[in-house]
């Protein structure tokens, strides 16, 4: 499996944030955190496909909200890339996605939630 590592993140937020809105990274958050928590899913097995990784990319990124503003935006962005870098591409409804990470982030569906919606697709 291909990994978005916290450089990765950080520019996929730079590409999907308008240059009007609340640029940067909140004081308090940590994207590293946010990576090191998938890392250690990973180490320890509990993700077992592309799915499940790219599902925890969203969520935790949209969770974490590490950035002052477009968090949902760039959990999507993450998830649907690390789904691209390891082959799959998805055709999302626009509405339907938006909604799943808006519950992502209200922490009404988790990871293995939103890893079976993405595997539907």
Partial sequence: MI???VADVIEIHDLVIAPN???GLAR???I???IARIDNRIAYG????VYELAA???CYIAVGHAFHDANMRTAFACMDACLVLNGIELNYEPEEAGNQIIKAARGIVDEVELAA???GL
């Fill in 32 to 34: 590293q955190a946010i």
């Fill in 46 to 49: 509990l993700i077992r496909d």
């Fill in 28 to 30: 308090d958050k940590s």
């Fill in 117 to 119: 919606w993405l595997r």
């Fill in 3 to 5: 990994f978005i590592s």
């Fill in 56 to 58: 925890c990319y969203a």
């Fill in 21 to 23: 809105e609340l640029q």
